[in-house]
């Protein structure tokens, strides 16, 4: 059985298509998109298509022709906005014969959200970094002694660590908020970062894989070193934290690690920047996914890997005429 496989706005993820090329070879075609005939990856693929920005009219009936004359089985995206426009069209995608490889629309505009996301790890019992819309309620708790500085300020909507900012004082706390709209307040939680790439299957709903890692050196928001380690106490978080929300297919959290307790910081509902590290060491969610779309629920196989593998990043380059 053939399952040909879509990526949408694949920008600079060659990883991710060679990835899928890999696993995909003799049992399908991989065809990416990007709005940008720059964007490497594309040339990655088996085949590759320029389409308008997700946000143009007619952007949805461009993807769904394309589903159609390649026989695509599958699709995602690489990144977050498309997200929650897949996953809002799926029946669309299910009428042309494509299943979206993603989570329901609800979950991928919370994980977006990351108030929302701060407001139901709170109500559901996880360790989360104190978040704050209103900035006079945070003043009033810096005041009472709930929360101290330093703090981080960033759009409640945001990703790629686009205009964070650490804060030290109410002065420049002001500054931000009179000069930008939907911000929020963040405590600073000083410990480990720590990255989690986790597939669930889209059959079973199961948590079949969890990799962990420990970020070493960050750049643009990105893991640039980090290193593989286990902890069941962290795994059994991951997957009661999971299989609570109600995620599925290939998923990206971050957590920070402060005096032995781990608290859940974000969620990304597709692959992260750091899943290179997970695939190096044996954890290939593209077979989970081949396999899903052939209609065979995974094995669950967590921590099926070795701890102590460090990953660097270094920069390639591609030239096209």
């Not at 959200?113 to 970094?129: F, T």
């Not at 703090?151 to 420049?172: H, L, M, N, R």
């Not at 920070?256 to 954890?283: D, L, T």
Request: hydrophobic share 35%; aromatic share 12%.
């Amino acid at each position: 059985m053939e399952h040909n496989f879509l990526i949408l706005s694949c920008g600079t993820r060659n990883k991710v298509v060679q990835y899928f090329k890999e696993t995909f070879s003799g049992r399908g075609t991989i065809v990416c998109t990007d709005c940008n005939n720059l964007a490497p990856a594309l040339y990655d693929a088996d085949k590759y298509y320029i389409v308008p920005r997700m946000t143009e009219p007619g952007y949805l009936d461009v993807i769904l022709d394309i589903c159609r004359k390649e026989k695509i089985s599958g699709v995602l995206s690489l990144i977050d906005p498309e997200l929650s426009l897949l996953a809002e069209n799926a029946d669309k995608f299910a009428e042309v014969g494509t299943t979206v490889i993603g989570s329901s629309y609800e979950l991928c505009e919370m994980s977006l959200d990351k108030m929302q996301m701060y407001q139901w790890l709170s109500e559901h019992g996880y360790s989360c970094a104190k978040s704050y819309m209103d900035k006079d309620e945070f003043c009033r708790d810096v005041e009472a002694g709930l929360i101290s500085y330093p703090v981080f300020v960033k759009p409640a909507k945001g990703s790629a660590s686009v205009a964070i900012s650490k804060v030290y004082d109410q002065e420049t706390l002001e500054l931000l908020f009179a000069h930008s709209d939907e911000l929020m307040i963040q405590e600073f939680l000083d410990g480990q970062e720590i990255g989690a790439d986790v597939y669930i299957d889209t059959l079973s709903g199961e948590v079949i894989s969890i990799f962990t890692k420990k970020k070493l050196v960050m750049r643009a928001g990105e893991t640039d070193k980090s290193v593989s380690f286990k902890d069941e106490k962290l795994f059994a978080l991951i997957e009661r934290f999971v299989k609570q929300a109600g995620y599925r297919g290939q998923i990206d959290i971050d957590i920070f690690e402060v005096n032995g307790e781990y608290y859940i910081s974000e969620v990304n509902p597709r692959f992260g920047g750091g899943y290179p590290h997970a695939y190096a060491c044996g954890c290939n969610h593209m077979m989970f996914i081949w396999n899903n779309l052939n209609g065979e629920a995974n094995t669950k196989n967590i921590g099926a890997y070795d701890d102590g593998v460090y990953m660097m990043k270094y920069n390639e380059l591609m030239v096209r005429k």
